[in-house]
């Protein structure tokens, strides 16, 4: 994949992280890059102080470096500033962080030299991952702590996950053919100045969380033919009269999903305890609102975040005089390195904290569904529990308090992160963004919702078998069978946190959705 031409989409950030496909800089953006170095350079030598290249950093800005200094200054930049704390966020992430960062360095503006950027291009493509902990960026002046410790490695330093083994990061470069850089000036700031890593656990997240909307309407077509539940607030008059795309979607993939089925709308004597009234609970009745809402959050949050994706968001910012090139004629136009605020992580955790709640209600109303198919008094005459001598078995009474549980945990981490800001570097950075813990927090609601619809799959699915002689849907009866390959039917009480687990899976590992993919048009 070319970097440098052509704007970065979620799909090449997928590709590129989970496919491993390799990335190289294009011709444009070389000659981008170099130009830039070599303006750096220039300013840099004819000693005019230039905020992070011969000054000092943040409080420290008033300080001037000996020209004969600037490597030492940079490499101490990024070692000093590499000071996280907390889990090593997932290999996913970093890979994410480090293609975000080589897509904005190969902008042009950063000053950095093509021989350091191509260096971060070949940890990428030969899969030399960085051990970035998850805690220490407050959003602004960018995710300077995160990106630091994925820097470290180009300085022979750090901790690196290689070949599935964790070694030091000088080890790690030399397994894989690569060579240590002594850096120059600005190159410290350009490689950890930027909102990559914030940018990065939201894109991971939105990826997941676009998949996970089509999984939610999926399971929860089950829970509807489960009581037997009324399609008509599926109509899509109905929803063509709201005018909201994402409700559309939703209301027609459930449709789908229970096309051919005998229960879903089935009437009150055709199904042994069903209780005759025209509506049903919000959970079901409202499914695709609430679900399209979080659809439609997504569209905007993806937007946010692919337009950061493709934003130069370090400083100072370096503008070099335009020079004569082989295919085009640039006139000249003198040169600038400006400090700005790009770095500031606001867009992004704004966006981030719309996700999460987006997120978290997702969570919500499949944990009601849950609910609504284990309590005998609302599930249309299933046994309690959905087994069989309620009292001496639980049946599935516990997976719906789980479910509960990780509603709760969604809930305690909904405050937007973006509304708090404490200040930094001797109050020169007075007001920060929070972009990474609003980050942390959709990453972690998204794995809790993977596990609250496992859970409703599986209680939909041990409902759906208590439900004999119907034909179910051609959707719902496709990931019934999928359930059933891997957890078998509870006739009785038994130990329940494999099946919790292994239903979990199956959402998280795409399994559900490619199943679903099979029979959607």
Same mark, same amino acid.
């Given at each position: 994949?070319?970097?440098?031409?052509?704007?970065?989409?979620?799909?090449?950030?997928?590709?590129?992280?989970?496919?491993?496909?390799?990335?190289?800089?294009?011709?444009?953006?070389?000659?981008?890059?170099?130009?830039? &170095?070599?303006?750096?350079?220039?300013?840099?030598?004819? !000693? %005019?102080?230039? +905020?992070?290249?011969? @000054?000092?950093? $943040? *409080?420290?800005?008033?300080?001037?470096?000996?020209?004969?200094?600037?490597?030492?200054?940079?490499?101490?930049?990024?070692?000093?500033?590499?000071?996280?704390?907390?889990?090593?966020?997932?290999?996913?992430?970093?890979?994410?962080?480090?293609?975000?960062?080589?897509?904005?360095?190969?902008?042009?503006?950063?000053?950095?030299?093509?021989?350091?950027?191509?260096?971060?291009?070949?940890?990428?493509?030969?899969?030399?991952?960085?051990?970035?902990?998850?805690?220490?960026?407050?959003?602004?002046?960018?995710?300077?702590?995160?990106? &630091?410790?994925?820097?470290?490695?180009?300085?022979?330093? !750090? %901790?690196?996950? +290689?070949?599935?083994? @964790?070694?030091? $990061? *000088?080890?790690?470069?030399?397994?894989?053919?690569?060579?240590?850089?002594?850096?120059?000036?600005?190159?410290?700031?350009?490689?950890?100045?930027?909102?990559?890593?914030?940018?990065?656990?939201?894109?991971?997240?939105?990826?997941?969380?676009?998949?996970?909307?089509?999984?939610?309407?999926?399971?929860?077509?089950?829970?509807?033919?489960?009581?037997?539940?009324?399609?008509?607030?599926?109509?899509?008059?109905?929803?063509?009269?709201?005018?909201?795309?994402?409700?559309?979607?939703?209301?027609?993939?459930?449709?789908?999903?229970?096309?051919?089925?005998?229960?879903?709308?089935?009437?009150? !004597? %055709?199904?042994?305890?069903?209780?005759?009234?025209?509506?049903?609970?919000?959970?079901?009745?409202?499914?695709?609102?609430?679900?399209?809402?979080?659809?439609?959050?997504?569209?905007?949050?993806?937007?946010?975040?692919?337009?950061?994706?493709?934003?130069?968001?370090?400083?100072?910012?370096?503008?070099?005089?335009?020079?004569?090139?082989?295919?085009?004629?640039?006139?000249?136009?003198?040169?600038?390195?400006?400090?700005?605020?790009?770095?500031?992580?606001?867009?992004?955790?704004?966006?981030?904290?719309?996700?999460?709640?987006?997120?978290?209600?997702?969570?919500?109303?499949?944990?009601?569904?849950?609910?609504?198919?284990?309590?005998?008094?609302?599930?249309?005459?299933?046994?309690?529990?959905?087994?069989?001598?309620?009292?001496?078995?639980?049946?599935?009474?516990?997976?719906?308090?789980?479910?509960?549980?990780?509603?709760?945990?969604?809930?305690?981490?909904?405050?937007?992160?973006?509304?708090?800001?404490?200040?930094?570097?001797?109050?020169?950075?007075?007001?920060?963004?929070?972009?990474?813990?609003?980050?942390?927090?959709?990453?972690?609601?998204?794995?809790?919702?993977?596990?609250?619809?496992?859970?409703?799959?599986?209680?939909?699915?041990?409902?759906?078998?208590?439900?004999?002689?119907?034909?179910?849907?051609?959707?719902?009866?496709?990931?019934?069978?999928?359930?059933?390959?891997?957890?078998?039917?509870?006739?009785?009480?038994?130990?329940?946190?494999?099946?919790?687990?292994?239903?979990?899976?199956?959402?998280?590992?795409?399994?559900?959705?490619?199943?679903?993919?099979?029979?959607?048009?």
């Amino acid at each position: 994949m070319l970097i440098g031409d052509a704007s970065l989409t979620l799909d090449d950030l997928q590709a590129v992280v989970e496919d491993r496909q390799n990335v190289e800089l294009s011709e444009p953006a070389c000659r981008r890059v170099a130009r830039a &170095a070599r303006y750096v350079r220039k300013r840099a030598e004819e !000693g %005019e102080p230039v +905020y992070g290249v011969t @000054t000092g950093f $943040g *409080a420290n800005r008033d300080k001037v470096i000996d020209p004969e200094d600037a490597g030492i200054l940079q490499e101490r930049l990024i070692m000093s500033h590499a000071s996280g704390v907390g889990d090593p966020l997932s290999t996913d992430v970093v890979r994410a962080m480090m293609l975000l960062r080589i897509n904005a360095l190969a902008q042009g503006n950063s000053g950095i030299r093509l021989e350091t950027l191509e260096l971060l291009v070949e940890m990428l493509n030969r899969g030399v991952h960085p051990v970035v902990p998850e805690m220490g960026s407050v959003g602004a002046s960018g995710d300077l702590c995160p990106l &630091a410790h994925m820097c470290l490695p180009i300085i022979g330093r !750090g %901790e690196v996950e +290689y070949d599935g083994e @964790t070694m030091d $990061g *000088a080890s790690a470069m030399e397994a894989a053919g690569l060579e240590p850089m002594m850096l120059t000036y600005k190159e410290g700031l350009a490689l950890l100045n930027g909102t990559q890593a914030q940018t990065a656990l939201g894109a991971m997240a939105a990826i997941r969380f676009r998949e996970v909307l089509r999984c939610a309407d999926a399971i929860g077509a089950m829970s509807l033919e489960a009581v037997a539940g009324r399609k008509a607030a599926l109509d899509e008059r109905i929803h063509s009269l709201r005018g909201r795309e994402g409700q559309s979607e939703s209301a027609r993939l459930i449709r789908e999903m229970l096309e051919g089925s005998e229960l879903a709308g089935a009437e009150p !004597g %055709e199904v042994d305890g069903k209780v005759e009234y025209i509506q049903d609970s919000y959970c079901l009745r409202c499914m695709p609102q609430v679900h399209g809402a979080s659809r439609d959050a997504l569209a905007h949050v993806i937007d946010v975040l692919v337009n950061e994706a493709n934003a130069v968001t370090d400083n100072p910012l370096v503008f070099p005089p335009a020079e004569e090139d082989a295919a085009e004629h640039y006139v000249e136009t003198g040169g600038d390195i400006l400090s700005g605020g790009n770095f500031h992580g606001q867009p992004v955790a704004l966006a981030l904290d719309y996700m999460k709640n987006a997120i978290a209600e997702l969570g919500n109303i499949a944990e009601r569904r849950c609910a609504k198919l284990t309590d005998k008094y609302f599930s249309e005459g299933l046994p309690p529990f959905l087994v069989s001598d309620a009292g001496l078995n639980s049946g599935m009474m516990i997976p719906q308090y789980v479910a509960a549980a990780l509603v709760s945990e969604n809930k305690s981490q909904a405050f937007p992160a973006s509304v708090d800001s404490i200040p930094t570097s001797a109050n020169m950075e007075d007001h920060v963004s929070m972009g990474m813990h609003a980050g942390l927090h959709a990453y972690r609601a998204i794995e809790n919702v993977e596990t609250i619809l496992g859970i409703e799959y599986l209680i939909a699915s041990q409902a759906l078998d208590l439900r004999e002689g119907f034909e179910l849907g051609k959707g719902t009866g496709r990931l019934h069978e999928l359930l059933r390959e891997h957890v078998s039917f509870m006739d009785k009480d038994r130990v329940l946190s494999p099946d919790v687990q292994k239903a979990s899976e199956l959402v998280r590992d795409r399994s559900v959705y490619r199943a679903i993919c099979e029979v959607s048009d």
